[in-house]
Nanobody
Framework: QVQLVEFGGGLVQAGGSLRLSCAAS????????MGWYRQAPGKQRELVGS???????YYVDSVKGRFAIAGDIAENTVYLQMSSLRPEDTAVYYC?????????WGRGTQVTVSS
């Protein structure tokens, strides 16, 4: 079982920046992907971005050019640098990891973007 701890959520004005951090521990020996999901009230959960062991990066179209994912899954860490934030980015953001044994989720961190 993998345990995840997320940091960096908070309140920011539109146009501002925020960085989310995630650290994984436990059974991480077969970890091959880390990423971030988000879920806003009344909306479906969506994958925001992810990074694989071999360095492949994915972003959902709505955040391209504004968000950047970074980190080293071999070190069990991942970051999400968010800039030019919009009110529609408001959501609970969840760190996720994928291993051969399955997927794990963090408890989530709230990001609120005010107008």
């Amino acid at each position: 079982q993998v345990q995840l701890v997320e940091f960096g959520g908070g309140l920011v004005q539109a146009g501002g920046s925020l960085r989310l951090s995630c650290a994984a521990s436990g059974s991480t020996f077969s970890l091959y992907r880390m990423g971030w999901y988000r879920q806003a009230p009344g909306k479906q959960r969506e994958l925001v971005g992810s990074i694989t062991r071999d360095g492949r990066v994915y972003y959902v179209d709505s955040v391209k050019g504004r968000f950047a994912i970074a980190g080293d899954i071999a070190e069990n860490t991942v970051y999400l640098q968010m800039s030019s934030l919009r009110p529609e980015d408001t959501a609970v953001y969840y760190c996720t990891v994928d291993t051969i044994q399955g997927s794990s989720w963090g408890r989530g961190t709230q990001v609120t973007v005010s107008s």
